[in-house]
Structure formats: C-alpha cells, structure tokens
C-alpha cells in the first residue's frame, strides 16, 4: 500500500482543487499518493494522477511561511471518492470511540 500525504483544502474554484507544485512534485518523488478534504468530502490522487495536474495560469506566488519560497498552483478536477454508507458508518463509530 502507498503512503498518503493528506491536504485539506478550503474551496474550490471552478469545480478544481488547487495544490502548490512543490506539493505535487514531493508526492511525485516519493512515490506517494496525496488524499485531499474539502467539506467533509474526500478526493484522492495517485502518483499516475498527480502527474496529470494541469496549470490554469503561471502566476507564482510567495509563500506565506518561506520568504524565498515561491510556487506555481496545480489543479485537479475535484471527483470526491466514492463511499459506500457501510463503510462511512464504520468510519465514524471508529472515530467517535
């Protein structure tokens, strides 16, 4: 089984979730799968599907936290998982015990 990386998201714009490139690029070289949260739904994303990310626009930005940090946003066609109701019912007894 791969390794997850988990990234809540706040919103989507145009029915797309955006990640940093860094992100995308980190998951990529690791080998890893990123599971995304947006409003209690839950996308994920395999390495073959992480790699598939397109660019909307080119515009860098600086990071927040790293002053010499800038990035570019990769988006993904927000396609929340599919859960069966059995499997959200267990999820939930399981995280309220």
Do not use: H
């Amino acid at each position: 089984m791969n390794k997850m990386i988990y990234r809540k998201i706040k919103r989507l714009w145009n029915g797309l979730a955006s990640l940093r490139d860094y992100e995308v690029l980190d998951a990529i070289s690791k080998k890893e799968n990123i599971r995304l949260e947006c409003k209690n739904e839950y996308m994920t994303l395999s390495v073959p599907q992480l790699e598939k990310g397109f660019q909307i626009s080119s515009t860098r930005f600086k990071s927040r936290y790293n002053a010499n940090q800038m990035y570019e946003l990769v988006d993904f066609r927000w396609k929340p998982d599919k859960q069966d109701k059995d499997q959200i019912k267990l999820f939930d007894e399981n995280t309220t015990t």
